[in-house]
């Protein structure tokens, strides 16, 4: 999501809080977010050698699931200052949470600073270790965090994720960093399906029909569902593994280069939706407010 231009980012944001009105409430915050990580980009320094895969190397792990670059090691400078610009953004628009932002950040340094070395496979652990650290919200940790760990890796990666073919891969994991996805789209005549990584901003294609979290190609346990005022956005849910991740249909976008990171913060309604139902987010990535979550479930 960080590849693209400011200009871009802000006529998404604009987009996004013309089709889904509870996105107004979080507009300003993520306006904020964006310009100051927009300044930092180009401080991403990338040391091309550690992104050099060879071609039988590549086709290898492709073909037998290993996520390319899950064992790069993401500069822990660069994350510490994104998460300090991040924790300023934050507390200039939610500035009665002051305190909680800079414990926040605080743990978060100490935590990177005790590693040796972070690799791109070890930030959904140190996210759930921040998560249960209860410095903040759980949604708001999410929040937090992805938009650090993306900023930094996705950055970091762009130019290679570009030059890669990923269609050998099969497996419902994001081919480059490992993660699980939280979102995709469906494009084009058939309506295929693309995932399009949280973290580091990979698409890669996926059978419709098949979960990407447990393989099930059981059609009568999966499904989906919408909201009325909004089909865009869609949920399906697997009921072997009880999972959900969310869909959005572009078909009819007029954009071709949507920013799916961005309808996601806008939907977020549709998360706390689907756990209603009993489904967890197959990503493990938290984006329903605990509290909100068991006033719901009362
Ligand atoms: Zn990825
Ligand atoms: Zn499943």
Same mark, same amino acid.
């Given at each position: 999501?960080?590849?693209?231009?400011l200009?871009?980012?802000?006529?998404e944001? @604009?987009?996004?809080?013309?089709?889904?009105?509870?996105?107004?409430?979080?507009?300003?915050?993520?306006?904020?977010?964006?310009?100051?990580? #927009?300044?930092?980009?180009?401080?991403?320094?990338? @040391?091309?050698?550690?992104?050099?895969?060879?071609?039988?190397?590549?086709?290898?792990?492709?073909?037998?699931?290993?996520?390319?670059?899950?064992?790069?090691?993401?500069?822990?400078?660069?994350?510490?200052?994104?998460?300090?610009?991040?924790?300023?953004?934050l507390?200039?628009?939610?500035?009665?949470?002051?305190? @909680?932002?800079?414990?926040?950040?605080?743990?978060?340094?100490?935590?990177?600073?005790?590693?040796?070395?972070?690799?791109?496979?070890?930030?959904?652990?140190?996210?759930?270790?921040?998560?249960?650290?209860?410095?903040?919200?759980?949604?708001?940790t999410?929040?937090?965090?992805?938009?650090?760990?993306?900023?930094?890796?996705?950055t970091?990666?762009? #130019?290679?994720?570009?030059?890669?073919?990923?269609?050998?891969?099969?497996?419902?994991?994001?081919?480059?960093?490992?993660?699980?996805?939280?979102?995709g789209?469906?494009?084009?005549?058939?309506?295929?399906?693309?995932?399009?990584?949280?973290?580091?901003?990979?698409?890669?294609?996926?059978?419709?029909?098949?979960?990407?979290?447990?393989?099930?190609?059981?059609?009568d346990?999966?499904?989906?569902?919408?909201?009325?005022?909004?089909?865009?956005?869609?949920?399906?849910?697997?009921?072997?593994?009880?999972?959900?991740?969310?869909?959005?249909?572009?078909?009819?976008?007029?954009?071709?280069?949507?920013?799916?990171?961005?309808?996601n913060?806008?939907?977020?309604?549709?998360?706390?939706?689907?756990?209603?139902?009993?489904?967890?987010?197959?990503?493990?990535?938290?984006?329903?407010?605990?509290?909100e979550?068991?006033?719901?479930?009362?």
């Amino acid at each position: 999501m960080s590849s693209r231009s400011l200009e871009q980012v802000t006529s998404e944001i @604009n987009e996004c809080a013309r089709r889904y009105p509870e996105f107004a409430q979080v507009k300003k915050l993520i306006e904020v977010l964006f310009q100051k990580q #927009d300044s930092l980009l180009d401080k991403v320094k990338v @040391n091309s050698e550690d992104l050099k895969i060879e071609l039988l190397e590549l086709e290898n792990k492709l073909q037998n699931g290993v996520p390319l670059f899950a064992s790069t090691v993401v500069d822990k400078e660069l994350l510490i200052k994104f998460a300090e610009d991040a924790c300023e953004a934050l507390i200039e628009t939610t500035p009665q949470l002051t305190e @909680n932002f800079h414990m926040f950040l605080e743990k978060l340094k100490q935590s990177i600073m005790q590693k040796d070395e972070v690799r791109i496979s070890d930030v959904f652990s140190l996210m759930q270790e921040m998560e249960q650290s209860k410095q903040l919200e759980r949604d708001l940790t999410t929040f937090f965090l992805t938009f650090v760990f993306s900023g930094v890796i996705a950055t970091s990666l762009k #130019d290679t994720i570009e030059s890669i073919d990923t269609k050998l891969w099969e497996k419902g994991i994001c081919p480059i960093c490992g993660e699980k996805p939280h979102y995709g789209y469906l494009k084009g005549e058939g309506g295929s399906r693309t995932f399009d990584c949280w973290l580091c901003g990979c698409q890669w294609g996926s059978p419709r029909l098949k979960c990407p979290f447990c393989d099930n190609v059981a059609i009568d346990d999966m499904g989906y569902f919408t909201v009325e005022d909004n089909a865009n956005c869609r949920i399906y849910f697997c009921k072997k593994c009880n999972a959900y991740h969310k869909t959005f249909d572009v078909r009819e976008f007029v954009q071709d280069d949507v920013i799916l990171a961005i309808h996601n913060l806008a939907t977020l309604s549709y998360d706390l939706l689907a756990q209603r139902e009993g489904f967890k987010p197959g990503s493990g990535l938290q984006w329903v407010n605990e509290e909100e979550h068991r006033k719901s479930a009362n």
